[in-house]
Nanobody, 128 residues
């Protein structure tokens, strides 16, 4: 019954902004260790974008999006949001959210194997 649902994808021009949402259900949001956003383009491996420790101050971004993307936690609505600014054509990808439910020590992780639950993805297309 656990579900992660991404929304907010679409087309945007280079330099513009877009916000993605990952809404959780069937779990206790505040009890999660961490959540993350990954992205993937055809022919390439899935790439971590950002990871955040739920309820904590720690977030980590991949170098290519630092200064342009931000992540926030909405505990009222059991979701995380990815705010994308100054987007570039190379940001075009299918974006997936993921959740980690347990860990002896919660920390931001870029390893896809650390995450137990995944959404189905949402397409982001940035045109030049």
């Amino acid at each position: 019954q656990v579900q992660l649902t991404e929304s907010g994808g679409g087309s945007v021009q280079s330099g513009g902004s877009l916000s993605l949402s990952c809404t959780t259900s069937g779990l206790t949001f505040s009890g999660l260790c961490s959540m993350a956003w990954f992205r993937q383009v055809p022919g390439k491996e899935r790439e971590a974008v950002v990871s955040t420790v739920i309820g904590g101050p720690t977030s980590a971004f991949t170098d290519s999006v630092k200064g342009r993307f931000a992540i926030s936690q909405d505990h009222t609505n059991h979701r995380v949001l990815l705010q994308m600014s100054e987007v570039k054509p190379e940001d075009t990808a299918v974006y997936y959210c993921a959740a980690r439910t347990s860990s002896p020590f919660c920390r931001a992780s870029f390893s896809s194997g650390d995450y137990e639950y995944w959404g189905r993805g949402t397409q982001v297309t940035v045109s030049s």
